[in-house]
Structure formats: structure tokens, C-alpha cells
């Protein structure tokens, strides 16, 4: 289960601390443009050593295409990459070793494979969301052939938070700070919050919002295969998401249906609604409206601070980690959001296309 897709499939392989990240992408379309610096600058947004508010460790991050690209277009064979890792502090992992860390992947992997890679996880990392990011670069270079866009971007961290309605903010400003918030004012909070959590040894989690504009109805299958359910999954699959809500989700069932039916009406020729509670997909087929959802994030399960575990004997002990962590990792989580949001409609869009001659 190293494949995600079923038409633009993306197979990933490697270990935090291994030689190098990689992966192969099936199923992307021939005679696409292939941007190899848009497609770094997508990885340049989800590495490390960022910011003050991000981990210390120094990636370059730079992506090597192998396969399926000729005189810089797509071939429509599989495209296969590699990021190579040139930083690692290994031993910095050293006194995890026989331990199990706290809400970390360890004891899980360690009972389902009887072995495990205790150097930042191993595949467990999320540094492997690196693969993730490449292919959904080759994905949104797709998508906006279409005139489809992703937008993603910190909505919340700890108990700061914007307005839900995404529609009040301009988010070209995601970009514009560090913690990737379209309201500067929010985002100084957040930074402020995130600095002293991380001077006190811990982390915070928060939200990421989404939104995905220009995706034309009917994409989505009618029962096993919804598209919010697709999407839901793929955000659910990335390291430390908590919980996924579309349209206006869980605070909508405070309301009557009177007060949440999207009213469709003509304008300028072209069905529409009058309103988007609905968040884009109803049946689980896109209706043409705006997509956007919610990614909770946890706190980051590594502490710069003693903690209570046992080895893998069962007997008690403590750990104080070390190296170099992310005290959030909403600011890095960001591109990922986009990145697997871009490989579902791709991957939607394409099966769409077999429903119909």
C-alpha cells in the first residue's frame, strides 16, 4: 500500500535517513509541459530550515527526474524521481533505539513488521510527504491547463483562529509570512504562539483550509468512490491529520435543512447555487461550486522534553529527544495539503473520463 490513485497513481519508496526519497508517477498525461522550477519551488516550500518556527535542518531538497520527460514535456510513460537525503543527524536517534516514542508510529511498526528504522521514523517520517509534493507539482501543472487552482493555507493554530468563511480573505497573502496565514495580523499571533511553545520544549497543532476553484462538475463516482470521500482520505493519510470536514461540516448540524440547502438558479446562462454549504460535491460528485475543506493537525509528537515510555521489553523509562523538530508543522503542512487535494482531482478528473464516450 505505497501507491496512491487509480488512474495518476503515485508510487513512493525511501526512509527519513536513507539515501535518498523517491517515487513513481503513472498515469500522468502526455505532452504536458514539465516546469522543473515550479516543481522545486513546491518542494523549497515544504522543507525544512525554513524559519524560526520551523525545524533547523538544513535539505536542499532538490528533485531529480529520471524518466517520462522528454525535450521538457511529459511522454505519457511513468515519471520517476528522487530527492536525496544530505542532512541527517542519525545519531541523534541513537538513545530511541529501544524505546517507543510517545504517539509516534514506533510501537505500531515494531509490532506489524517485527523491525523497525528508529532514526526520525524511518518511513514513518514525514519527510516522506517530499514524494507527495512532486507528484502533486506534476498534477497542478494539469490542473491549470484547466483553469483549476488549490489554494491551502493555516487557518488556525492552538486557539488562534480565522473566520471559517474563506471568502473574507484575499489568499494570495498566504505566501506573504512564515506561518502561511492570508491575515497578517492572525499570523503574527500565530507566530508568537508557535515561538514560545517551542522555547518550552513543546509543540501545538491547529488547521489547514483548502480550496479548490474552477473544478468542473461531475467528477466523483456515486458510491464507493465519492469524491469527498477521496479527499478525505488522502488528507487523512498525511502524518499527524486528525480529522477532515468539507463545506461548512460539523457546525452545520446546528441548523435546519431549510437554512442549509443550496438553491440552484440560472445566471449568465449556467446552473448554479445561490449558496455553497455544501462545499462543492453533493451525492459525492462535484456540482461546479467552490471546493473547500478542513485538515486538523495535531502537535507535533516529538518533545525537546523528558517524557514517561517503556522499551521494547515493557519496562519503564524515560526520554528526552533530541535533534531537530518542528514545534508546528502546520507552516510545511501546507503544500502538502495542496498537494495531495491536486493528485485527487487529477486522478477524479481522468476517471471521469471513462464514464462517458
Known amino acids: 500500500m505505497n501507491t496512491f490513485g487509480n488512474i495518476f497513481r503515485l508510487t513512493t519508496f525511501g526512509e527519513s535517513h536513507g539515501e535518498a526519497i523517491g517515487g513513481v508517477v503513472d498515469g500522468m498525461p502526455a505532452g504536458i509541459t514539465i516546469d522543473t522550477d515550479f516543481i522545486q519551488a513546491e518542494l523549497d516550500r515544504r522543507r525544512p530550515g525554513q524559519s524560526n518556527i520551523t ?20 511522454t505519457g510513460c511513468p515519471i520517476g524521481f528522487i530527492v536525496r537525503n544530505t542532512n541527517q543527524h542519525s545519531g541523534d536517534y541513537d538513545n530511541m533505539r529501544e524505546l517507543f516514542r510517545p ?50 493555507y493555516t487557518s488556525q493554530v492552538g ?12 489568499l494570495t497573502l498566504t505566501e506573504t509570512n512564515a506561518v502561511r496565514c492570508p491575515d497578517q495580523k492572525k499570523a503574527e499571533e500565530m507566530i508568537s504562539l508557535i515561538e514560545e511553545v517551542k522555547a518550552d520544549g513543546d509543540t501545538i497543532g491547529g488547521v489547514i ?18 469524491l469527498h470521500a477521496a479527499l478525505g482520505a488522502a488528507m487523512l493519510s498525511i502524518n499527524a491529520v486528525k480529522g477532515f470536514e468539507y463545506g461548512e461540516g460539523f457546525d452545520g448540524v446546528s441548523q435546519r435543512g431549510s437554512e442549509q440547502n443550496d438553491i440552484f438558479l440560472a445566471k449568465d446562462g449556467k446552473i448554479t447555487t445561490a449558496n455553497n454549504h455544501s462545499g462543492g460535491i453533493q451525492g ?8 473547500y475543506f478542513r485538515v486538523a493537525f495535531k502537535p ?38 495542496e498537494a495531495m487535494a491536486a493528485m485527487t482531482i487529477l486522478d477524479y478528473y481522468l476517471l471521469n473520463k471513462t464514464g462517458q464516450l
Open 103 to 152: 504517539s509516534h508510529a514506533d510501537y505500531t511498526y515494531y509490532n506489524k513488521y517485527g523491525v523497525r528504522d528508529h532514526r526520525g521514523g524511518g518511513r514513518s517520517s514525514a519527510r516522506i510527504t517530499i514524494s507527495r509534493c512532486v507528484a502533486g507539482a506534476l498534477a497542478k501543472m494539469v490542473l491549470r491547463q484547466m483553469g483549476i487552482s488549490i489554494q491551502a
Open 300 to 337: 507535533v509528537a516529538t518533545l525537546l522534553r523528558e517524557q514517561n515510555t517503556v522499551d521494547i521489553e515493557g519496562k519503564a523509562t524515560t526520554l528526552t529527544a533530541k535533534g531537530r523538530h518542528d514545534p508546528c508543522v502546520l507552516p510545511r503542512a501546507v503544500p502538502v495539503v
Open 55 to 74: 525545524t533547523s535542518r538544513k535539505e536542499p531538497d532538490r528533485v531529480e527526474l529520471l524518466s517520462g520527460v522528454f525535450e521538457g514535456k511529459s
Open 209 to 226: 483550509t483548502a480550496v479548490i476553484k474552477g473544478c468542473p462538475p461531475g467528477l466523483g463516482e456515486p458510491e464507493a468512490g465519492k
Open 159 to 170: 486557539n488562534i483562529a480565522l473566520d471559517r468563511d474563506y471568502r473574507k480573505y484575499d
Open 284 to 291: 459525492g460528485i462535484s456540482n461546479g461550486q467552490d471546493i
